[in-house]
């Protein structure tokens, strides 16, 4: 089993900055995929960012060049955004995705609120 925590959500100013951060722990499957999904109120579910292994990156168009995916070796994944909306309000769900066997791990979600 993988255990997914986030941290990092709150109250965030539009055009501010905010930091997620999501530590997997238990039988993490070796060949990983991490991410960031969002659902706001009354919205599906959706792609943020993902991040493999490798270090390849997979961006929403609605964030590239405003937020930035990144991981450690030690499987923490982290989103770091910037000149957020208010429309990105939402709850982020932290993703683990095993490439093998295409099983996904979810983390509780972490609020995010942008408003002035």
């Known amino acids: 089993q993988v255990q997914l925590v986030e941290t990092g959500g709150g109250l965030v100013q539009p055009g501010g900055s905010l930091r997620l951060s999501c530590a997997a722990s238990?039988?993490?499957?070796?060949?990983?995929?991490m991410g960031w999904y969002r659902q706001g109120p009354g919205k599906q579910r959706e792609l943020v960012a993902t991040i493999s292994n490798g270090g390849r990156t997979n961006y929403a168009d609605s964030v590239k060049g405003r937020f930035t995916i990144s991981r450690d070796l030690k499987s923490t994944v982290y989103l770091q955004m910037n000149n957020v909306k208010p429309e990105e309000t939402a709850v982020y769900y932290c993703?683990?995705?095993?490439?093998?066997?295409?099983?996904?791990?979810w983390g509780q979600g972490t609020q995010v609120t942008v408003s002035s």
């Open positions: 238990g039988t993490i499957p070796r060949i990983n995929a």
């Open positions: 993703n683990l995705r095993a490439i093998v066997t295409s099983i996904d791990y």
